[in-house]
């Protein structure tokens, strides 16, 4: 396997695994503090999408970039 395909890859899983996470912090409730101000439960929904299609994006490339060099 090549060295771009591979590297979308890896990118794509760890950007879902985030996007997870985030979800998960929404269904579970956690609080996460910084600094003293809470960061607002929204602000996971929103990260949740963004990650979720960046890393369905790095998906999709990782597929392109092992069809091209076969």
Do not use: D, E
Not at 14 to 43: D, K
Request: proline share 4%; with cysteine.
């Amino acid at each position: 396997m090549n060295s771009p395909a591979s590297g979308l890859r890896v990118a794509s899983v760890i950007t879902g695994l985030v996007s997870i996470a985030h979800l998960a912090r929404l269904f579970l409730h956690f609080q996460i503090l910084i600094g003293s101000h809470p960061v607002p439960m929204w602000l996971s929904g929103v990260a949740f999408v963004v990650f979720g299609l960046l890393s369905f994006w790095l998906c999709k490339l990782a597929r392109i970039a092992r069809a091209a060099a076969v």
